[in-house]
């Protein structure tokens, strides 16, 4: 017979055998190989950890715990932590004691507990939701455990007034509006959200000066109140009035952007130097100017020490940030009702996730609803990296030169791919003309009356001249064998060189070389 119940000291030597068990010794978190460490988790107050004995002779052959320290010290959010069972006294209904003794020890403590789940198999999704855990999302590559990379799924359960303290209306941008409408049904919330797809983000603004936080600048850093007691976009388990001791003993780290030698923000993160990932908490900043550059910044910084991916858990009720931060690659992959609590309301959060090396399709298990999860999800990061290919592409057309990465990067969100047969038709003479394509992939005839008068190759482009004068196509396009073309709406790019009008000054000019040497071709 077993018995589920809080562990004790004599316990750790028991929990170590059983992580080495299960996990043998190259299991990288070598906190759970350290029996001081064992014994501080056992004692500590952040911590919930539960272990399965043998009754008679009071033998670990489980353990659990739930870290109630991943949000801000209101948030009352704890995360369910690793559950394992020994190999010998596995489907004996352990896990189902272990996940009901943690429920038991939280449930006065937490208003919010998630699960990121395995899915190397299904066992631990299965017995979360079988404990009215709730999928909400769904993270790609998340996990790095002995050198394999394992997605995650991500699950939910309130508790208290968690819910009735939810702030309602959240406002997301249209490439939100899947996940978070799934994740609300799934959490028995009505959908309530406002879908904004005209917010656009943040300036993009270079002139600034970097460097890491350290303690001369953190008094400066404290007086302002955007991002840390206003306007917060961006929420975490770290805040900068913690005290910089305890950012420096939590692996944390602040990149401030300066203007003329004075502070004007700053970003903070953390760093997991095992899983190669990074998170940011904090995003601190006296005006809209230098957001788009401290994230860019922290993206640059997070490349060069060999980070994988960066998580960010974002504000659902500003498209702003979310729209920023989809134009510098983050994709949205969690969306977590009443997750922060902020003012006076709980908040919802949208998880976003930056790859930074290469993205691959691991094989999963999933239950029913995680793979509905997992379908959207994996959507949208496979489109975006059949977008990172073509990039690539634009550099080389001539309609697109002198921009940088950061406009090509605006351009290529309001682009969408679409592939033509050979010997279909793209357009005919006369049509109306309402889109630029370019030739990512294939060749395209250009004809005349029936008459063949050009062919236009990979990095070109068909109906660009209509951006002037909006006139109907003089000629028609066919496709030559199977051709891959990006497509942009006139109307689209038209809106983009509206609000950016840096973009719009690079296309015309280079719009004006285009025109200009087909007449000097044509002696006009």
């Known amino acids: 017979m ?10 750790v030597v028991g929990i170590k055998e059983l992580f080495i068990c299960t996990y043998g010794e190259k299991y990288p978190y070598h906190q759970f190989f350290d029996l001081w460490s064992l014994k501080k988790m056992c004692f500590d107050d952040d911590y919930a950890f539960i272990v399965c004995v043998e009754k008679e002779t009071q033998r670990v052959v489980g353990s659990a715990s739930v870290v109630m320290n991943i949000g801000a010290y209101a948030d009352l959010v ?30 006065d403590r937490l208003h919010v507990a998630i699960v990121d789940a395995r899915t190397a198999h299904p066992y631990s999704q299965k017995v979360a939701e079988k404990n009215n855990f709730r999928v909400v999302g769904f993270l790609p590559q998340y996990l790095s455990i002995l050198d394999q990379h394992e997605s995650v799924s991500l699950l939910v359960q309130y508790f208290g007034n968690a819910l009735s303290l939810r702030k309602h209306n959240p406002c997301i941008v249209p490439e939100v509006y899947h996940i978070a409408a799934t994740a609300m049904r799934n959490v028995g919330i009505d959908f309530d959200a406002v879908i904004d797809e005209k917010t656009q983000a943040y300036p993009y603004k270079d002139t600034y000066t970097t460097e890491e936080l350290t303690t001369t600048g953190y008094s400066h850093l404290l007086r302002i109140q955007r991002g840390r007691l206003k306007n917060r976009e961006v929420f975490g388990s770290m805040r900068l009035h913690y005290g910089f001791f305890k950012l420096n003993a939590k692996n944390a780290h602040y990149i401030i952007a300066k203007e003329n030698g004075n502070i004007v923000g700053a970003i903070g993160y953390s760093v997991d130097d095992i899983g190669k990932a990074a998170k940011v908490f904090e995003l601190i900043s006296i005006d809209d100017q230098c957001i788009y550059f401290l994230i860019q910044q922290m993206q640059k910084k997070c490349k060069e020490i060999g980070m994988r991916h960066i998580e960010i858990d974002v504000s659902g009720y500003s498209p702003r940030i979310q729209r920023t931060l989809l134009e510098l690659q983050f994709l949205p992959a969690g969306y977590i009702p009443a997750f922060a609590f902020h003012d006076v309301e709980r908040y919802d959060v949208i998880k976003m996730i930056n790859i930074l090396d290469s993205f691959e399709q691991n094989p999963y298990c999933t239950t029913e609803k995680g793979q509905e999860m997992a379908d959207i999800v994996f959507k949208e990061f496979i489109k975006q990296n059949s977008y990172n290919k073509i990039h690539d592409c634009m550099k080389q057309v001539k309609l697109f030169e002198s921009l940088n990465s950061e406009q090509l990067q605006r351009i290529s969100l309001i ?7 050979d010997q ?17 992939q294939g060749e395209v005839e250009i004809s005349q009356n029936d008459k063949k008068i050009a062919t236009v190759h990979n990095c070109e482009c068909l109906g660009e001249m209509s951006l002037v004068d909006s006139t109907s196509h003089s000629a028609a396009a066919t496709a030559k064998q199977q051709v891959k073309t990006l497509v942009i709406l006139h109307q689209d790019i038209k809106e ?3 609000v950016r009008s840096d973009i719009a000054a690079l296309l015309y000019k280079n719009l004006a070389r285009s025109l200009s040497a087909k007449l000097r071709r044509n002696n006009l």
């Not at 077993?2 to 000291?9: C, G, H, I, L, S």
């Not at 682009?415 to 047969?421: A, G, K, L, T």
């Not at 279909?424 to 990512?440: A, H, K, M, P, R």
């Open 2 to 11: 077993y018995e589920v119940r809080k562990a004790q000291d004599s316990d």
């Open 78 to 107: 704890g995360e369910f932590g690793r559950l394992i069972v020994h190999p010998d006294a596995r489907k004996q209904g352990l896990a189902q004691l272990l996940m009901e003794g943690r429920l038991q020890a939280i449930k």
């Open 415 to 421: 682009s969408s791919i679409r592939f033509f047969e």
């Open 424 to 440: 279909q038709t793209i357009f005919n003479q006369g049509d109306t003309s309402q889109e630029l394509y370019i030739i990512v």
């Open 496 to 498: 983009l060189m509206r």
